[in-house]
Structures are given as structure tokens and as C-alpha cells.
């Protein structure tokens, strides 16, 4: 991968706003058996064109913690091997760091809010570096397996195609509410995103 910033476009960089998914679609260029593909808003790409930034692709490519390839962004395979073989934590410390790993991911976990809600329960109220030993039960067990299969299960987010109609689908029950950011296309809808909440 080729990433260069000429002298005098940091300013540039800094205006731009922090990694987002979206900021990956936005910002990729993909080398494909015809050459270069485009991908994302026309203008979005200007701004990087103006300020001569370049970044070369192969099939897929790390990037920030993700793999960017020409069907989508998904999480990288290393770390979703890392955290399935992740074992039961024994603190409320050793957990919350499990959950924030879990949660960098957020995006491509459908229904994570739900699935995670029982283990958030084990370190609520709690400080922040706690120590205690956590007293698992089977619901708390099985949480925590589900947790990681669900990461396993991860979607893949296509990258916005210009002009194509979108969708926000809802779900709310009485302690969560998620959504989905989609995009129809030819043979059904693209997830863009989910978007978890408490």
C-alpha cells in the first residue's frame, strides 16, 4: 500500500474529521484488472485529488484496524481470531477491556447492544480499574460466547454507491433500540452500518 501526503496539505489532513466507516468508502481507491476504481462521492475524492494524497490498494488491505477490499470493509480476520479465542475474563477489568474490543466493531455487529447487555450489567456501578473477581453465571457465559460468534458472524459493509436509494431500518424493544443504514440495490439491500444503542 502506497499512502503519501505532499509538504503543506497537513492542515488539509487535520480539517478532516476522525475515522469513520464511511470515511474508508469515501477515500479508497481500488486497483482492479481494469485500473483504478473510484469509489464513493465525487467531491469527497476531489479534496484528496486537489492535494495530491494517493493510496494504492491490492485485492484487499489493512487499514486501521479493518480490511478494505473491493466488496467492502469488514473486521480484520487476526483480530476476530484473537478476541473468538479470547478467554472468560476473571475481572471486571479484564471484561470491560474484552467489551471495548468487541466494540471497536460495532458497526458490523448486528443486535450487539442486546447480545452484550447482561455482561455490561456485571460492570455496572463498578470503578474503573476493579479488580473484583466476577461470579459467572450460565446466562453471563452464554452472553460472552454469543459475543464472540457474533464477531465471527460480522457483515461486510458495502461501500455508498452514488444515487442509490437508502433505508434506515429500526428495531426497539424495552432497554435497546438498533438500527440499520442500508442501500438498495440489484437483488436486495447493502448494509452500510448498525448502529446500536442502550
Avoid at 474529521?17 to 486497483?31: C, D, G, H
Avoid at 476504481?37 to 479534496?47: M, R, S, T, Y
Wanted: glycine share 8%.
Amino acid at each position: 500500500m502506497t499512502f503519501r501526503v505532499p509538504s503543506g496539505s497537513l492542515p488539509t489532513l487535520k480539517k478532516l474529521k476522525p475515522f469513520a466507516y464511511l470515511e474508508i468508502s469515501i477515500y479508497v481507491a481500488l486497483q482492479t484488472e481494469t485500473g483504478p476504481l473510484f469509489v464513493g462521492v465525487e467531491w469527497k475524492f476531489g479534496k484528496w485529488r486537489d492535494n495530491s494524497f494517493v493510496l494504492v490498494i491490492g485485492q484487499h488491505s489493512k487499514l486501521r484496524g479493518f480490511q478494505v477490499s473491493l466488496g467492502g470493509v469488514s473486521p480484520l480476520p487476526d483480530r476476530v481470531k484473537a478476541l473468538t479465542e479470547y478467554p472468560l475474563p476473571k475481572s471486571v477489568e479484564e471484561l470491560r477491556r474484552f467489551l471495548a474490543m468487541i466494540n471497536f466493531y460495532h458497526r458490523f455487529l448486528k443486535n450487539a447492544v442486546g447480545t452484550q447487555a447482561c455482561l455490561h450489567d456485571l460492570a455496572k456501578g463498578r470503578i474503573k480499574r476493579d479488580k473484583t473477581p466476577i461470579i459467572w453465571t450460565d446466562e453471563t457465559k452464554e452472553a460472552f460466547q454469543a459475543c464472540k460468534e457474533l464477531l465471527k458472524n460480522a457483515a461486510m459493509l458495502a461501500y455508498p454507491k452514488h444515487n442509490t436509494p437508502l433505508s434506515l431500518v429500526t428495531d426497539a424493544s424495552e432497554t435497546v433500540i438498533g438500527a440499520v443504514l442500508q442501500q438498495h440495490v440489484e437483488g436486495g439491500t447493502e448494509p452500510l452500518g448498525f448502529f446500536p444503542e442502550n
